[in-house]
């Protein structure tokens, strides 16, 4: 379902711009349609423009709050040994009466967003303190790790406005929130069977919304994606350090696009085969519906991340050299102090 259809369900979408207002004209009045017309539609701008912009903050806090509910459902599941057998929630339609002025609607909204928010920041950490738990009860459990070779460390790169939602409490969610379930699965993403060529395909090559987030493990291939971005979306701590161990410990499930990609039996992009899926290589790894906040060992720069590669002389071509956590933690501390 597109993000706008639950918009759409939330009765939140965004009113449009006034096309046309009537003007009395010399000594003609208006007509009684003309002047409901203008009732209706000629408020300020800036009167409309403020109920779109609660109305999407109220659409954001919507969606928190489900995600917020099924990840304290998956969490507290995974902490019993078995799936709790409760209703997830859903998204039923929300009917927007008609004919209100804009001034009344913008007071409905503000008393949903009042509504919404009630519990909401408990529920929040209610979810964060049962991650810190489950995380520090892994220890005692054997892990699987995805991949032979899985590393200690990956990359997020992010930058406002993008697919991708994050945020410091919550983490990263996948851009398919919240439509993406959790996935009470014990095993890798790879025989989860929750990725698809369709799916696979859109998140390296498409543009629409999914149920995976790209991870890297190559701080060189991190700093040349960034090279290709504008100034200002390379500005302030936009790579999250994601630990590894961690996200075994609360099971998120991830894997290798190549090692996906094998398994669904698609053939990779070269330049001998140009129909062959882009972009997917040894370094890009996808995770499945979200990256805990708890799992997130530090938000670093470009600049701290090129100072740590090379002080142990990676550059930029070398995608198998690798950075231990305390490496990057010491550059971030000289960059402080500085």
């Not at 390296?204 to 701080?219: F, K, M, R, W």
């Not at 200002?232 to 161990?245: K, W």
């Not at 995770?287 to 060992?297: D, F, H, L, T, V």
């Amino acid at each position: 379902m597109p993000i706008h259809k639950v918009r759409e369900l939330h009765g939140l979408l965004d009113l449009p711009g006034v096309t046309r207002y009537h003007i009395q004209k010399g000594d003609k009045p208006l007509t009684k349609e003309q002047k409901e017309h203008n009732r209706k539609s000629g408020h300020p701008a800036e009167l409309r423009d403020e109920i779109n912009r609660i109305q999407l903050k109220l659409c954001c806090l919507l969606d928190d709050k489900l995600f917020v509910a099924e990840s304290l459902q998956y969490v507290a599941s995974k902490m019993a040994g078995s799936r709790i057998q409760t209703a997830s929630p859903e998204i039923e339609r929300m009917e927007t009466r008609q004919g209100l002025t804009l001034s009344e609607r913008t007071d409905i909204l503000n008393a949903r967003l009042r509504d919404a928010s009630l519990g909401y920041q408990t529920d929040i950490e209610t979810l964060r303190m049962l991650n810190r738990y489950l995380i520090s009860q892994a220890h005692s459990k054997p892990m699987e790790y995805p991949e032979s070779d899985t590393p200690e460390l990956f990359y997020r790169a992010f930058k406002c406005g993008n697919h991708g939602r994050h945020s410091v409490e919550l983490g990263f969610r996948s851009s398919n929130q919240p439509l993406t379930p959790p996935a009470y699965h014990d095993g890798t993403l790879l025989n989860s069977l929750l990725v698809n060529k369709d799916s696979l395909t859109n998140q390296c090559e498409g543009n629409l919304p999914s149920d995976l987030i790209a991870l890297s493990d190559s701080p060189s291939r991190v700093l040349n994606i960034l090279k290709r971005w504008g100034h200002s979306d390379r500005e302030g701590e936009m790579i999250a350090v994601i630990n590894v161990s961690k996200l075994l410990a609360m099971q998120v499930l991830f894997n290798r696009t190549t090692t996906l990609a094998e398994k669904l039996g698609m053939n990779l992009w070269n330049r001998h085969r140009a129909t062959g899926l882009q972009y997917a290589n040894p370094n890009y790894w996808v995770a499945y519906r979200w990256i805990p906040a708890e799992c997130i060992e530090c938000y670093v720069s470009e600049i701290v991340l090129r100072k740590a590669c090379d002080s142990r002389g990676i550059d930029e071509s070398n995608y198998d050299a690798r950075l231990s956590l305390d490496e990057i933690v010491a550059s971030k501390f000289q960059s402080l102090s500085m």
